[in-house]
């Protein structure tokens, strides 16, 4: 009896070893590092779409910086917004933009190079929400805020403008005066993802065009 539960537990005691080395090895910190990498492609300067695999860290949009490997697992690459068009990963679309604030706004100064008493511009990655006739864009800055923008024009050849958190009201309603029925949606909305996508889809259900979300 006492040599069958030996053999018992030697097994049992066998097989948690032969898991615990098969998640260490499995848990590794290049094999837990390569779980990150999502299947996406970057979009070079040329406007060439590369395929392969997008690192897309918590704080890409702060830092503005994302990474990229190909598809034979080689280095990673870091790519700032100067070096690459946009990128595309987990069903999300970010594009490079040069965007400009001006210093007098409490925002601007988050901005990575801002510099007090003088207009700043500062290319970065930003989150397209909602393309089509109208877009709707999303910008990180260096401090973690959400400053969304509008974009007049194609998205990666249009101009964009930061929507201000006192005055988006009034630059919702001439950008969207096509649809004189949205005022009233816009004057209850709030300077949030979900409001603003509400504004959006309203848009786009009044003048019956169709919206790339």
């Known amino acids: 009896m006492n040599s069958l539960y030996f053999a018992h537990n030697w097994r049992s005691g066998r097989l948690i070893l032969l898991l615990s080395i098969l998640y260490i ?6 094999a837990f590092s390569q779980q990150k990498f999502q299947n996406g492609y970057i979009i070079n300067l040329e406007g060439d779409t590369i395929t392969g695999l997008i690192h897309l860290k918590r704080h890409t949009l702060k830092s503005g910086i994302v990474y990229y490997k190909d598809q034979a697992l080689r280095k990673e690459i870091a ?3 100067s070096e690459i068009k946009g990128f595309f990963v987990n069903d999300e679309m970010y594009r490079s933009a040069v965007v400009g604030m001006e210093m007098h706004s409490s925002s601007a100064n988050n901005l990575p190079h801002a510099q007090v008493g003088r207009p700043t511009v500062d290319t ?9 006739k109208k877009s709707l864009l999303r910008m ?7 400053h969304y923008l509008i974009n007049d024009g194609s998205i990666f050849k249009g101009h964009q403008v930061i929507l201000n958190k006192v005055s988006f009201k009034n630059q919702l309603k001439a950008y969207l005066q096509d649809c004189p029925s949205i005022d009233g949606i816009i004057s209850t909305s709030r ?3 979900n409001s603003l ?5 309203t848009y786009y259900s009044c003048n019956q ?3 790339n979300i």
């Open 25 to 30: 090895f499995t848990c590794t910190p290049e």
């Open 79 to 81: 790519y700032t917004p």
């Open 124 to 132: 970065v990655f930003i989150q397209v929400l909602i393309t089509g």
């Open 140 to 146: 990180i800055d260096v401090k973690g805020k959400a």
């Open 191 to 193: 300077y949030q993802y």
């Open 197 to 201: 996508k509400k504004v959006f889809d």
């Open 209 to 211: 065009i169709k919206q």
